[in-house]
């Protein structure tokens, strides 16, 4: 299991050492122990775990180092985050990275800060909070998974991307956004980033959008 994920994030050219390795194979035991009580994931075997989730999150960590660029520090915020499959992958694939979880169930929040603390990660923050309620960020990078229809997400997530930012939604086809919808929150489409599961043969997709200074080219 840990192989086939090493072997995965370094075909999108992230390297995970042995601590990274050994922290996401925890992660996965803490999903495992308290899937049923917290209906976190319905996959039959620990082996899904890595490659359906922890998987997930590393294309997204892949994408985010690389749009990163040379910054040495930076900030990224996992919406809706459930049981943290993107947003702590992406927190031990990129030490770097300042990484807000947020969710809006006090029982999943709950479990997060304690996966936090069980993998000593100093990186990752837990925000309760329910998106639309109240604004969180902005930051650098933005993601989630698995929220409903982007149509629908944009105008939850748009102003938690700072201006030069970058947006990135899970998709499971390519799904051409409404450009006016998108302009009116500042937001502009990019190509999208197709990735293959291990295991799978199917692409799968995150739709990437930037976020403009006002009066920028859309």
């Known amino acids: 299991m840990q192989n086939k994920m090493r072997e995965f994030a370094a075909s999108l050219g992230l390297e995970l050492n042995a601590q ?58 996992d919406m809706g985050s459930g049981a943290g499959y993107i947003g702590l992958a992406c927190a031990v694939a990129l030490p770097q990275a300042r990484v807000s979880l947020v969710d809006s169930l006090e029982k999943r929040c709950s479990f997060l800060n304690w996966a936090v603390l069980k993998l000593g990660l100093k990186n990752v923050s837990v925000v309760c909070m329910r998106l639309g309620q109240k604004q969180t960020g902005p930051f650098d990078f933005v993601t989630e998974r698995a929220m409903g229809q982007i149509n629908d997400i944009l105008p939850l997530v748009a102003c938690a991307v700072k201006e030069g930012g970058l947006f990135a939604a899970y998709q499971s086809q390519p799904a051409q956004a409404d450009r006016a919808l998108a302009k009116r929150f500042g937001l502009m489409e990019k190509e999208p980033v197709a990735y293959t599961l291990p295991g799978e043969e199917k692409a799968r997709y995150l739709a990437v959008f930037a976020k403009q200074a006002p009066g920028g080219e859309q």
């Open 20 to 77: 990274q390795t050994q922290q996401l194979a925890a992660y996965a035991e803490l999903v495992w122990e308290k899937k049923g009580f917290l209906n976190l994931t319905s996959v039959a075997d620990k082996e899904e775990i890595f490659t359906r989730h922890i998987c997930d999150g590393l294309a997204a960590a892949a994408f985010f180092k690389q749009a990163a660029g040379e910054k040495k520090a930076f900030s990224l915020a």
